[in-house]
């Protein structure tokens, strides 16, 4: 009842095959393994953990002017995506400004 029918799919010469229908469960061995299922004993005192990363002065010093320089660069990209997207917006305004005062001069017949 709850398994899907799924339709024979004709091949482009014609044959229809069948597709392969699954196999019972109950036929299926488990092949057997050859380690040891135990669990592993936990470690009696946990290891100290060392940070990975160690920063000097001067390594904190380049960390510290590398993000300032991202975000300043980061900025500068967006401010200047900003400047261009008003600049296009004024131009088309003065366009349609042109346009409409053309349109109005076409229509009084000058």
């Not at 469960?25 to 470690?43: D, L, R, V």
């Not at 300032?68 to 131009?91: D, K, N, Q, R």
């Amino acid at each position: 009842m709850f398994r899907p029918r799924i339709p024979v799919n004709p091949l482009p010469t014609g044959i229809v095959a069948p597709l392969v229908q699954p196999t019972d469960s109950t036929s299926i061995e488990p092949t057997p393994c050859h380690h040891s299922h135990a669990p592993t004993p936990a470690q009696a005192t946990p290891a100290v953990q060392v940070p990975a990363i160690r920063l000097t002065p001067t390594g904190l010093v380049t960390v510290v002017a590398g993000g300032a320089g991202l975000v300043l660069l980061v900025g500068t990209v967006l401010v200047s995506l900003l400047l261009a997207v008003a600049i296009t917006g004024a131009s088309v305004a003065v366009s349609a400004v042109v346009l409409r005062l053309l349109v109005r001069d076409l229509q009084k017949g000058r």
